[in-house]
Every structure is written in C-alpha cells, then in structure tokens.
C-alpha cells in the first residue's frame, strides 16, 4: 500500500535549512489504522502532505500501491488524490450554503459520473456515517459532530485506499469526538485502511499502530516494538 524511503522534506527559512521530515523509512500495509502523533514542529503535517499527495518529498522516494509517486507533477497528483485518496480535516471545511448531500457528492463531479449515479453514492456515504436523516441539512443546521461525519462521507463516496485524518476531533467536544473515533474504529472494521495525525495519546489509542515523530524523525513505531513476554 504505502512505502516511505529515505524520504526528506527541508524548508529554507532565511539562511537556516529546517529539516521537517529527515530520512523516514515505513510502510503501511493495507487496512491498517496508523496514527502518527507528535508535538507541534515534529513533522507530523509534513508528513500527512507528503502521504495525501499535496506536497513531494525534497528527497527519497514515495510508492503508493506500487506507483512511485514522489516526482509526479501536481496535475498527476490531483488525480492520485481524487482516486486513491480520502480527507478528513480538523475544521470540516464544507461549502456552507450546499446540502450535506452536495456536499458529499462535490468530489465526484471530477468523476464524471452523472447526477443520478453522484446522488445515490453520496447518500448511501451518508447512510454509513448514521446521517441519512440529515442529507438536505445546511452545515449550519447541523452539529459540530455532524458536521465531521459530513466531512468523513465526503471523505468516504470515492472509495478512496487511503482515509488521511488530521486532528479530526480537534473542534468537537470530549463525547462528540469519542463518538467521531467510535465511527473510525467501525470503518477500520470494515476494512478500510486509516491513517491519522494528533497529538493526542487517547485519540491515537484507537489506532492499531503509533508513529511518534519528534524533529522530522520516527522515534517509536509500536508496530517494530518486540511482542511483551507474558508470565506462565
């Protein structure tokens, strides 16, 4: 599915090379749920741009189901992202006056599939997410949690590979972002491979797997720890 190599990633900033992400090496099988969690300044939205396409490593080299996708250009790119890849952002980032049912289908438009086909994909994506009854809802009609589970349907009606999620209970209160990871874990269940960022340990928990990053580098992987030893 996904495989890092050596990958880097340095900004200029004046005269000094900050070096956001600096020599990763990973991969994540399909269907696995990974969070990568770290401070402020670790690398970790470095590292969710380079995985969802929206920016290519200074060096090394990225493969996406088998594609090296680390030199593609940003047209190729966009159509990487339409087709392998699905978004979740911490600030939902809806058309405000479209329905949650235009919402979902917007992605599908660059498609090219007919309304008909746009409109029964769409509401079966917002069947998944327990929003069926509120299809032809405003984002303002709707709740904080409601309004994620807009953005994760959106996020869902390509049928993308990979879900990217970054901080997704970052504006939703403590229950609402209980029931937003409640929805992640069923997906992850149902087979979907999910890749998060946070810097919150609770929420990285749900995960089958923990990237730490601290100054562009991986410092544990719990997937690379050694299996505890239990007492006979």
């Keep these: 599915m996904i495989r890092l190599e050596k990958i880097c990633k340095y900004y200029q900033m004046g005269e000094q090379t900050v070096h956001a992400l ?10 696995q749920y990974v969070a990568f969690i770290g401070a402020s300044g670790s690398g970790k939205s470095t590292m969710m741009n380079i995985l969802g396409c929206l920016d290519t490593p200074t060096s090394g080299t990225y493969f996406l189901n088998g ?3 680390s030199t593609l250009d940003d047209n190729r790119l966009a159509t990487i992202r339409n087709r392998e890849i699905g978004f979740v952002f911490q600030s939902f980032n809806l058309l405000p006056r479209a329905s949650a ?27 998944q997410v327990g929003l069926g009854d509120r299809m032809d809802h405003l984002p303002n009609q709707l709740s904080g949690g409601q309004r994620q589970r807009v953005a994760i349907a959106r996020a869902l009606v390509t049928r993308p590979s990979i879900l990217l999620a970054d901080e997704p209970t970052g504006n939703l209160d403590s229950r609402t972002g209980a029931d937003i990871m409640s929805l992640f874990d069923q997906l992850h269940a149902d ?3 999910i890749i998060m960022v946070t810097h919150e ?5 749900h995960a089958e797997r923990m990237v730490r990053l601290q100054d562009g580098r991986i410092i544990e992987d719990t997937q690379n720890q050694p299996a505890a030893v239990l007492p006979c």
């Design 191 to 193: 087979g979907q491979t």
């Design 101 to 127: 049912l235009r919402n979902v289908m917007l992605p599908l438009i660059y498609r090219g599939l007919n309304l008909k086909v746009r409109e029964q994909r769409a509401t079966a994506a917002l069947q």
């Design 201 to 205: 340990t609770d929420v990285a928990a």
């Design 22 to 31: 600096d020599g990763l090496d990973l991969h994540i099988p399909d269907n």
């Design 67 to 69: 594609q090296d996708v």
